[in-house]
T-cell receptor
């Protein structure tokens, strides 16, 4: 149980394009979804937290106009990297959970984004 | 606020030997504790969690961890590792709203 599907697993695109990444909880209702960015050989950096039906809460230093997050339902959240540039290349990981603190986050398999 | 320190960035170990990955946290309030494993180019998989109750927690793949409140530690152990345990391991804590703070990670390399 508690499966999170993230799509696509890898995307390569030209500078200036926008890229959408989907995160779905397949067998549970995710009250909260999280988006992380991971640089090579480093830990996960939380970008934003989203609750279904409300605006995402972004971490300090994360541009909300650059990284658009939508959490339209209890099973789907999307991250759109707008006007992507090479410095946006990274590994993006989503996670989902329910409850208010004692439920673990369940992670997707990540999306490797490469901007040329 | 809480922070997590993983004391070892890299741990090489021989197959069938025991391994311990150290994790210390700082928080002024009670927290929930987790260990996750990440295989190359994949997301994170939950190994085990401590929420309350028994301080010795057993997880998947033969891993266990012990919560020590006085030492604010949550070290991960496995008595006998396999080649397939080669991965990155992350310790994490959360308090409210499921928000996790991760340690920097420990790379475990198991050699035959």
């Amino acid at each position: 149980g508690a499966v999170v599907s993230q799509h696509p697993s890898r995307v390569i695109c030209k500078s200036g394009t926008s890229v959408k990444i989907e995160c779905r909880s397949l067998d549970f209702q995710a009250t909260t979804m999280f988006w992380y960015r991971q640089f090579p050989k480093q830990s996960l950096m939380l970008m934003a937290t989203s609750n279904e039906g409300s605006k995402a809460t972004y971490e300090q230093g994360v541009e909300k106009d650059k990284f658009l997050i939508n959490h339209a339902s209890l099973t789907l959240s999307t991250l759109t990297v707008t006007s992507a540039h090479p410095e946006d290349s990274s590994f993006y990981i989503c996670s989902a959970s329910w409850g208010n603190g004692n439920q673990p986050q369940h992670f997707g398999d990540g999306t490797r984004l490469s901007i040329l | 606020a809480q922070s997590v320190t993983q004391l070892d960035s890299q741990v090489p170990v021989f197959e069938e030997a025991p391994v311990e990955l150290r994790c210390n946290y700082s928080s002024s309030v009670s927290v929930y504790l987790f260990w996750y494993v990440q295989y190359p180019n994949q997301g994170l998989q939950l190994l085990l969690k401590y929420l309350s109750g028994s301080t010795l927690v057993k997880g998947i793949n033969g891993f266990e961890a012990e919560f020590n409140k006085s030492q604010t530690s949550f070290h991960l152990r496995k008595p006998s590792v396999h080649i397939s345990d080669t991965a990155e391991y992350f310790c994490a804590v959360s308090r409210l709203r499921n928000k996790l703070s991760f340690g920097a990670g420990t790379t475990v390399t198991v050699r035959a």
